[in-house]
Nanobody
Framework: QVQLVEFGGGLVQPGGSLRLSCAASGSTFSIYVMGWYRQAPGKQRELVADVTSGGSTDYADSVRGRFTISRDNAKNTVYLQMNSLKAEDTALYFC?????????????WGQGTQVTVSL
């Protein structure tokens, strides 16, 4: 079982930056595909970015070039650096951990951290 705790959400102005962190419990962190998802009010949860155990990354088109996902296996932590934030990035952001053979959208979830982009 993996437990995930997110940190770093908050209120930021358009054009600003935030870094989210997700700390994972357990000794097998390095084998998991780690991801960030988000859910805005009235919308479905969507993938923002994920990173494999080998460091391969994938991003939603809406955030590519602005967000960067990374992981530190020694610290059991995954990060999401968010730059040039827009109002449409406002959402509850969730950390996800899944084994490689498990489909996206499944696996273990954190409780979420709110990101609000507003003047």
């Amino acid at each position: 079982q993996v437990q995930l705790v997110e940190f770093g959400g908050g209120l930021v102005q358009p054009g600003g930056s935030l870094r989210l962190s997700c700390a994972a419990s357990g000794s097998t962190f390095s084998i998991y595909v780690m991801g960030w998802y988000r859910q805005a009010p009235g919308k479905q949860r969507e993938l923002v970015a994920d990173v494999t155990s080998g460091g391969s990354t994938d991003y939603a088109d809406s955030v590519r070039g602005r967000f960067t996902i990374s992981r530190d296996n020694a610290k059991n932590t995954v990060y999401l650096q968010m730059n040039s934030l827009k109002a449409e990035d406002t959402a509850l952001y969730f950390c996800n951990a899944r084994r490689p053979f498990v489909s996206r959208g499944s696996g273990h979830w954190g409780q979420g951290t709110q990101v609000t982009v507003s003047l």
